[in-house]
């Protein structure tokens, strides 16, 4: 059993009941607001007003408590916490020279080993 919704109140529409046209209506009232370009946002008795006014709601759903997100600093495998926060509060100057240097010694030991 399928059943269709109002074009205009929402309401769902069961087999053999209701007006179909290009849309669906429950009733002959839904169909008149409709051709009276009845806004169904403002007409107090539609699903669509209900929803946003926040009508019929019976129980009182309470806010989802969301948790929040705490942040953790932890050392990667092998280095501790406190020799990445260092590395982190260098000058970028003398890291790029660590870098240079360690490039240097890399190539020295690649030199060293090809000869």
């Known amino acids: 059993m399928k059943l269709e919704i109002c074009s205009f109140s ?24 409709f051709l009276q ?20 709601i019976t129980e009182e759903v309470a806010k989802k ?3 929040k997100n705490v942040k953790h600093e932890r050392a990667i495998a092998g ?3 406190e020799a990445i926060r260092a590395k982190r ?16 010694k890399s190539k020295a030991a690649k030199a060293a080993k090809k000869a």
Do not use: H, M, V
């Open 10 to 33: 929402g309401f769902k529409i069961y087999p053999a009941k209701g007006k179909t046209y290009t849309f669906r209506f429950i009733n002959g009232k839904a169909e008149s607001y």
């Open 37 to 56: 370009r009845l806004n169904p946002r403002k007409i107090r008795w539609t699903t669509i007003y209900r929803r946003l006014n926040k009508k019929g």
């Open 65 to 67: 408590r969301s948790r």
């Open 89 to 104: 509060n260098q000058k970028p100057d003398a890291r790029a020279a660590a870098r240079q240097a360690a490039i240097a």
């Open 79 to 81: 280095t501790s916490w």
